[in-house]
């Protein structure tokens, strides 16, 4: 499959029959392009264009393909934004842009979404202190990407309306222009996103000019980052306004084509900013860390005393925003479910924290949580539908990767991971949504153990072992019991492992020897505290290591992962994203698995 192809379109300033006009121009001659992205001011500077924009607007003008802005000021914006926000389509979080009309979308605030293929992060307006409701980007945006910054992958074009400060430092001086370099329409919390997030491009206007910058490298990556600034459309000294570009998404590039550096790559122009900026913001944010303060956004203590709980807590901004949080158990602030699920539902979240919403009428996300008593149970259904349709694991989920799954039972279900540590890794998954696979029914136990078995005795015919291992988080979702062979040669060395391991993050396993697996999960059963998050691991030769994980104790999500890929010697693939493998690959590795007689052993056991 081709590389998606992109316009870039500096500040359009309301003059959309120009922009349009050149779109289909450079679409005939060089396309077909699959979205226009605009940086800078999008609406007239004056109200002599405001016809010409309404028209497209309104629908009276045509916009021959997708067309994205984040510069959310000028004349007409207030009216034009707050009848998208009110519309009912654009309720509750709208990363990949709120409808404005037919091939036109608002990127409100800031956010990340993916764009045939590419991954899109954006900070729309300007930099202000007044709060405006358009035009200007808040705090909480600012901390909403600082969050995206700690999640895995690569973000492949990052869009601002005003350029970084700094941004030539380092730079050839004879690629500049006059006025390049002064600080005018720059913006220092730009320079410190774009230090952080790592884009492959970084794209932005309001300057005025047009500036393609020498591509420089990142500090703590290997990829590079290029730079461009695109001058405004209709500017007098005919500067270039847009730029095509047909990036191939990071997510499907080598490592090796990552990582490649052009001769003229210069160091990064923020490495100024590594120790200044983060001493500012410890001194600007008196919370446990400064990496902890991109995570929290709404004070929740209200909240927990009406459910019981302590003062003074805080929401995690990141798990409420996407449903995930890449710290896991080592967030120092609170998973709320409950505020999750009225977010998809398009509640304001200001109402939800606080009981009211200071924007009133104006805001477009609905003001009712719905609490009566007729209504829970309609609640809890819609609840399980949203968490169905949202997880990766429902097989009625539209997220399932179902070219993953290589056999469905009754209870459970099983499905090659996406990103396999080793050869005939495999997911055993309960069919129905819950939260872990011990304590669940004596049916579903016994086909879980049927399961087990015949993977034991599929591995032992290739002269390898099964390890099991379960992370049980009590924020969990849908359970996973995880599956690795490891050659016989290495079954001795498991338990000392995964003892050192503990050790070294300052735990000791309980461990539990029996003849029969069942046995062993009966006393992980007595082990087990709904309350609490809990991790253990079956190994070949009956012994299971448990840990129940107290309250404020750093536990790594991917420890059985990353303790495994040590005994293999191949560190390099604890993290699962980097051994993602592509729909084809993947494919074909589902097949190899299914000649492999893995369904002999299934039935021997039925």
Known sequence: MSPPRILLCGDVLGRLNQLFKRVQSVNKSAGPFDAVLCVGQFFPDSSELLDEFMNYVEGRSEIPIPTYF???????????????????????????????????????????????????????????????????????????????????????????????????NKAAASDMLVGISDSSNTDSTVSELVAEIKPRYHIAGSKGVFYAREPYSNVDAVHVTRFLGLAPIGNKEKQKFIHALSPTPAATMSAADISMKTPNTTLSPYTFLDQGSHSKEAAKRPSDSVSDSQYWRYDVSQKRQKHGGGDGDKMCFKFIYSGSCPRGEKCNFRHDTDAREQCLRGVCLDFIIKGKCEKGPECSYKHSLQNDDSQRTHRSENASANRSKECWFCLSSPSVESHLIVSVGEYYYCALPKGPLVEDHVLVIPVEHVPNTISTSPECEKELGRFQNSLMMYYKNQGKEAVFFEWLSKRGTHANLQAVPIPTSKAAAVQDIFNLAAEKLGFKFLATKSSKSSDGRRSLRAQFDRNCSFFYVELPEGTVLSHLIEENERFPAQFGREVLAGLLNIADKADWRNCMLGKEEETKMVEDFKKRSFYWYLNQES
């Open 70 to 168: 984040i510069g959310d000021y000028g004349v007409g914006a207030a009216k034009v934004l707050l009848a998208a926000s009110k519309n009912s389509a654009n309720q509750g979080f709208k990363m990949d842009g709120f409808k404005v009309t037919d091939n036109l979308f608002w990127l409100k605030g800031s956010g990340n979404f993916t764009l045939h293929g590419l991954s899109v992060a954006y900070l729309s307006g300007r930099q202000s202190s007044e709060g405006q409701q358009f035009g200007t980007y808040s705090q909480d945006d600012v901390d909403a990407l600082r969050a995206l910054a700690e999640e895995p992958g690569i973000v492949d074009l990052f869009l601002t309306n005003e350029w970084p400060s700094g941004v030539t």
